[in-house]
T-cell receptor
């Protein structure tokens, strides 16, 4: 079946550090891949997405590249800020499907 | 961008009462809406999928008689938690999908969530 696995948190970084949150997936064909961010007490916001292999999604300094060969969609940011503290969810939507499947989420704490 | 609202944002109720949560797509027509439940520090669990004008499709293990979903129009879906108990306390998030039924558009927008506390 379809599933998403992402690194366990929490991840604690100092401001301006480099961030990587790993995400791998299991799915047939070519799913669409997403990263969502959830700030404390709020719902989810779409951070970025990629819909085909080798696509790079980017937004607000975050990037992730759809790697079909490694079934991965790792989230990266070169220099994190305190305001990036949140929970990040990797997700996929199967090819031809409409249900979004979420990973467990990774909590990020950024210290000043 | 597309906006999805939920009302109320927080609700506290007594055990045994029913609570209704509204989900609205403010600037687009949502043929499909999804209801998720999120436990503290956990991921989202899909509860049900509702299509406008038809009965909701519930995920395995979700009681349809307890979590009543109505999708009466293209901009409104409601989730009613009937005879609520403390174990129903959770964060409920709706999501609306823009596009035609049967067509897999990759546009899904999330509401801000409703925190339900049952005493």
């Amino acid at each position: 079946g379809n599933s998403v696995t992402q690194m366990e948190g929490p991840v604690t970084l100092s401001e301006e550090a480099f961030l990587t949150i790993n995400c791998t997936y299991t799915a047939t064909g070519y799913p669409s891949l997403f990263w969502y961010v959830q700030y404390p007490g709020e719902g989810l916001q779409l951070l970025l997405k990629a819909t085909k292999a080798d696509d790079k999604g980017s937004n607000k300094g975050f990037e992730a590249t759809y790697r079909k060969e490694t079934t991965s969609f790792h989230l990266e940011k070169g220099s994190v800020q305190v305001s990036d503290s949140a929970v990040y969810f990797c997700a996929l939507k199967p090819e031809g499907g409409f249900k979004t499947i979420f990973g467990a989420g990774t909590r990020l704490f950024v210290k000043a | 961008g597309a906006v999805v609202s939920q009302h109320p944002s927080r609700v506290i109720c007594k055990s045994g009462t029913s609570v209704k949560i509204e989900c609205r797509s403010l600037d687009f027509q949502a043929t499909t809406m999804f209801w998720y439940r999120q436990f503290p520090k956990q991921s989202l669990m899909l509860m049900a999928t509702s299509n406008e004008g038809s009965k909701a499709t519930y995920e395995q293990g979700v009681e349809k008689d307890k979590f009543l979903i109505n999708h009466a129009s293209l901009t409104l879906s409601t989730l009613t938690v009937t005879s609520a108990h403390p174990e129903d306390s959770s964060f409920y998030i709706c999501s609306a999908r823009r596009g035609q039924q049967g067509v897999s558009y990759n546009e899904q927008f999330f509401g801000p969530g409703t925190r339900l506390t049952v005493l």
